[in-house]
């Protein structure tokens, strides 16, 4: 089973398309509730899909974070594939900017945070059946140098690889 964050976006769609036609049932997470029903219903309409879960919410939001996570565990079952792909739109703000902390706070919680607290909910499960995959989209500006008005996002896709280094074996 995959749960696939950020799962109505494009990218989220091709995944999860890809997963469905290999055999997995897939859980979805989006904010925008339409797009989640318009994805799930592009997905299930190729005949080898499978089981197609979604839930449509803030994943910056810890209280539904951790709603969401007990109704799919209770409802879908165990997760041995993560793919994170959510992230906040990019927003550009100079680093000096008054605005930047908000920014950099909002681009925190949304891709570092939350994928933190849904690492600690599926971990346990691969770890105990010794098996499973986690898949983190990052940027190539963690590499390179990035444009000056990134600083945000940057920020947030370097503490997201720093963590998916700390669980990597």
């Not at 999860?16 to 997905?43: C, H, I, M, S, Y």
């Not at 979604?54 to 993560?82: H, R, V, W, Y």
Request: charge should be negative; include cysteine; charged fraction near 15%.
């Amino acid at each position: 089973r995959a749960l696939i964050t950020g799962g109505s976006g494009i990218l989220g769609q091709a995944v999860a398309a890809r997963l469905l036609k290999q055999g997995f049932e897939t859980a979805l997470w989006g904010q925008n509730p339409d797009r989640l029903v318009e994805a799930a219903k592009n997905l299930r309409a190729d005949p080898k899909s499978r089981q197609i879960f979604t839930q449509a919410f803030d994943l910056s939001d810890g209280e539904a974070l951790e709603k969401n996570l007990s109704a799919l565990k209770s409802e879908f079952g165990p997760i041995d594939t993560l793919i994170h792909l959510a992230h906040p739109s990019v927003g550009s703000l100079n680093v000096s900017d008054s605005q930047f902390p908000a920014l950099l706070m909002q681009h925190l919680s949304a891709s570092v945070l939350s994928f933190s607290r849904v690492l600690a909910s599926v971990l346990p499960s691969m770890i105990e059946t010794g098996h499973g995959s986690i898949v983190a989209v990052l940027s190539q500006y963690i590499m390179d140098t990035p444009p000056e008005m990134l600083g945000a996002y940057v920020c947030s896709k370097e503490a997201l690889w720093g963590l998916i280094k700390s669980v990597a074996v």
